[in-house]
């Protein structure tokens, strides 16, 4: 058999970062495949790819796989963008699904869109989270700021502050974008003391590392429930209900607003343990690993030829 890992045609490194995750926990990498084109796939032997990550920003070329690739679903999220959930959730796509049930979900909102759907699923949480934990921190840490320039971070948090990016530099190859999320993990695990940002993928795999973060976004998005699963607070960036939700589009209004929000934040917080998130997760992708390798072991060579 083969091992397979994804590559993604967007330009945010958190997709090869959790490609890099996910693929610790194959014995080789003999291939990437084009996550939106799988659907066409030649596949000559069967190939094992663990499914983690987002599907998919071309839904109609992605799902239902190729025959011969046989899929680890652990980590799975649904997007609502691109009509993927339409797509995905019916027809072949929901049939492929089922067969291959029960799903391991990042997120509890995809689990709840596949059970309404039928397919049995739980929420597994992100491979991310079992990246290593650094050994110490470093002795002259700096604070990391990526991706929050609409964030209000005090003076004291954001004076010499390292400003980073998760968008890869324009015109990047796939090796070159998996390089660039290769240096991120190494300057987090190396040099940051924290983290605050607005990416997932970002926060993930700084908690995994023992790296304390400050995290923003939508406390209502579903994207991010999974920090809350495993205790990470979530600070809104703005307010999306209610009068205050109404106001912000005055500028007076968001200033003091973000003023008196980051008055809230614990912007010098305790590295959150999440060894035990990390043990489970580790011992349930390795049983997962181990079953898809029997499935492969077992796929008959004219199971995989298309008709």
């Not at 499914?51 to 025959?67: I, N, Y």
């Not at 898809?292 to 008959?300: F, M, S």
Request: hydrophobic share 40%; glycine share 8%.
């Amino acid at each position: 058999m083969r091992y397979a890992g994804f590559r993604y045609g967007g330009g945010n490194l958190g997709d090869e970062i959790q490609s890099l995750a996910a693929e610790q926990h194959l014995p080789r990498v003999d291939e990437l495949i084009e996550v939106d084109t799988m659907r066409s796939l030649e596949v000559d032997e069967p190939t094992v790819v663990i499914f983690q990550g987002w599907f998919a920003q071309s839904p109609e070329t992605c799902f239902p796989p190729a025959p011969g690739i046989v899929p680890v679903f652990v980590g799975f999220h649904i997007t609502r963008d691109f009509g993927a959930a339409r797509w995905l959730l019916a027809g072949e796509s929901l049939e492929y699904l089922r067969r291959h049930q029960p799903i391991g979900c990042r997120d509890d909102g995809t689990r709840q869109m596949l059970e309404e759907a039928g397919v049995s699923a739980y929420r597994s949480l992100c491979l991310t989270l079992t990246l290593p934990p650094r050994d110490r921190s470093p002795a002259d840490g700096r604070v990391f700021i990526v991706d929050a320039g609409d964030v209000h971070i005090p003076r004291r948090i954001r004076e010499d502050a390292v400003r980073q990016t998760h968008a890869a530099r324009p015109g990047s190859t796939d090796a070159e974008k998996r390089e660039q999320a290769r240096h991120l993990l190494d300057a987090y695990r190396t040099r940051a003391r924290l983290v605050v940002t607005t990416k997932l993928h970002c926060a993930l795999p700084c908690l995994a590392m023992g790296i304390p973060v400050v995290f923003f976004g939508d406390p209502d998005d579903y994207r991010f429930d999974l920090l809350g699963a495993i205790g990470q607070p979530i600070h809104p960036i703005r307010p999306t209900r209610g009068p205050a939700g109404a106001l912000w589009r005055f500028a007076a209004f968001r200033k003091r607003w973000r003023r008196r929000a980051w008055r809230d934040v614990d912007w010098d917080p305790p590295p959150l343990d999440v060894s035990a998130h990390q043990r489970e997760l580790r011992s349930l992708i390795e049983r997962k690993v181990r079953e898809a390798e029997a499935a492969a072991t077992a796929l008959d060579a004219s199971a995989i030829d298309r008709p």
